[in-house]
């Protein structure tokens, strides 16, 4: 039998918000407030490390991409509508259930499979993404191992995860769960990982990291790319040359 570092706790937690997931005023408005910013890091690491396209509306056309924790697909479309093959992996099965029928809606074609990533059947992808699922898994080191096993030969990995710091206490615990929209129980303080322990899970696994970035927020211009990393970060990674 594979073994799957997915929490049941932790699947369920999520599996709960199914169908709620794409109510921008929902228990995921967090998540629909952090997905433009993901995305504007994404692109520009897409644009680094396949140049050529920076001006097209589809840079990731005729490349595979892996969403893994996808939920109900707020990242997995955006990557299809760059034009990835793209395929969504969840541990809760309502969720691939949203997924699909949001995805059907919008005349996606999109593989979703509620499938451990080490489980799945499928060969490499070019375009690996994990956004804020390390932070819920059972064994983060062997969840990176099979993050990059599935990530082809010159292909680009790319995670964001909050920091373990006081100030992510604060600002996703005590107030985010409290009086900022994210439901509670979603996060564990003691299993978030520092950039120093995340990239050494990484280079473990023969990866190095080539970028780094702070999430931060602005009361302006709320969530943004910043060089503070205390609350969050997101990070590219590729295999070591």
């Known amino acids: 039998m ?3 570092t997915i929490d049941p706790r932790e699947a ?15 228990s995921s408005a967090m998540l629909h407030k952090l997905n433009p910013v993901r995305l ?18 589809r840079p990731l056309e005729g490349k595979r991409a892996l969403d893994v924790g996808c939920g109900a697909g707020l990242l997995t479309e955006p990557l299809a509508r760059l034009g990835a093959r793209a395929t969504g992996l969840d541990a809760a099965p309502e969720n691939i259930a949203a997924a699909q029928a949001h995805s059907d809606g919008q005349h996606l ?7 451990p990533v080490e489980a799945l059947d499928e060969d490499e992808f070019d375009l690996v993404t994990s956004m804020e699922v390390i932070e819920h898994v059972a064994d983060p080191a062997a969840f990176v191992r ?4 599935r990530l082809a030969p010159g292909g680009l990995m790319i995670l964001s995860t909050p920091n ?7 600002a996703m615990i005590t ?12 996060h564990d303080w003691a299993k978030f990982l520092t950039p120093d322990e995340l990239t050494a899970l990484l280079e473990q696994a023969g990866l190095e ?16 790319l910043s060089a503070n990393e205390a609350i969050n970060y997101l990070l590219t990674a590729r295999h070591r040359l």
């Open 146 to 149: 099979a993050l990059a096993a």
């Open 209 to 224: 990291v080539i970028d780094r970035s702070g999430l931060g927020f602005d009361p302006a211009r709320g969530f943004v």
């Open 164 to 170: 373990r710091t006081p100030l992510s206490r604060l």
């Open 175 to 186: 107030i985010g769960e409290s009086i900022g929209g994210i439901p509670k129980g979603t």
């Open 40 to 57: 504007r890091y994404i692109r520009a690491a897409i644009d680094r490390h396949w140049p050529g396209r920076e001006q097209q509306f």
């Open 2 to 4: 594979t073994h799957s």
């Open 109 to 115: 074609a999109i593989d979703y499979r509620a499938t």
């Open 12 to 26: 369920a937690h999520f599996g709960g918000m199914a169908a709620d997931w794409w109510n921008p005023d929902g």
